[in-house]
């Protein structure tokens, strides 16, 4: 059955079996009927992004009253304990949950297998201290590796080459635990070596550290995203573009990721991360649909950077790429969003 639609001639099929149909009445659904007011377009809108979805990630430095901006990351600086306390407040008062640390470490401090990562005074252990003790409710999240702690800039011990794995996670056992011990809340290992989240959990359990969360980088790429963050913290640098291809995954595999995300859950897993998050959707969609379990993104500093840089060319409405970009988590399934853009969506957020 056809219809004449409103341009003299132009005959279409009805969008309804058998209805009839005149000129004035084409077409019967109109989709942009729900979108005409803006009443309606926030009635009926499938995902909504919250404050409640920010994890803010801070990188720390040796010093005091220090902020040392990073360059290829405008409007992120390195800051000493006393002003990441700060930045601890500044988060609490906008509502943000959590933030994530990052060290950056004096060189003349690291080595072969990464030892002052096992410190309980090292500097992610002081800071961790500083912020629970101003800010006890905040919740804070600690990266489990060895690159800031290695003067090669892999997350792993190298020996003749080669990053061995077991060595490595050993290791990885003691940092989790000190970083528990100076009041860490969630745990995130980000070294992509196998077995090290039993480990970790064993390690934590047999400290007395049953209710400490893990949230593990479940499906770390080796990605060509990351190079702002290695400016940040000053790790990660040497092992060159293709450096951590042996234990970080294949841009090229998702159903690698989907095996790796099982095999962490089976261990003791509490939260996924997958990394980085917009080239990565596909990932964190199957990831939310496949095991249904806490997903989050990591909006990485090449994604940030990038978002920041056009904005700064007037190339895009830096504001709206932001919370676009955000959303989009939100819509392929992350419960959660590590992102250095968190203050300033919160603030939006708050103008509702």
């Not at 969360?213 to 000053?234: E, L």
Request: charged content about 25%.
């Amino acid at each position: 059955m056809l219809a004449i639609c409103p341009e003299e001639g132009c005959e279409i099929p009805l969008l309804r079996f058998g209805a009839k149909m005149s000129r004035g009445q084409y077409p019967a659904t109109r989709m942009r009927r729900n979108r005409m007011k803006a009443f309606s377009r926030r009635m009926l809108a499938e995902h909504r992004l919250s404050v409640d979805d920010l994890i803010w990630p801070l990188f720390v430095i040796e010093g005091e009253d220090k902020a040392e901006p990073v360059t290829s990351m405008p409007g992120v600086s390195r800051h000493s304990i006393d002003r990441l306390v700060a930045q601890a407040r500044e988060a609490e008062a906008l509502g943000i949950p959590a933030i994530a640390v990052f060290p950056s470490i004096d060189p003349a401090l690291k080595d072969n297998e990464g030892t002052l990562a096992g410190d309980g005074d090292n500097l992610v252990c002081r800071a961790v201290r500083a912020v629970k003790k101003a800010c006890p409710e905040l919740g804070v999240i600690c990266d489990v590796a060895l690159d800031p702690f290695t003067d090669h800039g892999h997350d792993g011990i190298l020996r003749d080459g080669e990053i061995v794995n077991d060595e490595t996670v050993a290791v990885l056992c003691r940092q989790a635990v000190c970083q528990a011990d100076a009041g860490c809340d969630i745990i995130a290992p980000s070294d992509m070596m196998d077995g090290r989240v039993a480990a970790i959990r064993a390690a934590l359990d047999g400290a007395g550290h049953q209710n400490v969360q893990i949230m593990s980088y479940v499906a770390k790429y080796a990605s060509g995203f990351y190079g702002p963050f290695r400016d940040a913290v000053g790790a990660g640098k040497l092992a060159g573009g293709d450096g951590k291809a042996s234990y970080q995954m294949n841009p090229a595999n998702s159903d690698e990721a989907m095996h790796e995300i099982s095999l962490d859950l089976a261990e003791g897993a509490d939260i996924v991360i997958i990394k980085p998050g917009m080239p990565y959707l596909d990932i964190l969609g199957r990831a939310k649909a496949e095991f249904g379990v806490p997903c989050v993104a990591y909006q990485v500093s090449g994604e940030y950077a990038m978002i920041k840089a056009a904005s700064a060319n007037n190339w895009l409405d830096g504001e709206r790429a932001m919370m676009e970009s955000l959303l989009g988590f939100k819509r392929a399934g992350a419960d959660a969003i590590l992102t250095y853009f968190a203050p300033d969506a919160a603030r939006l957020l708050a103008k509702g």
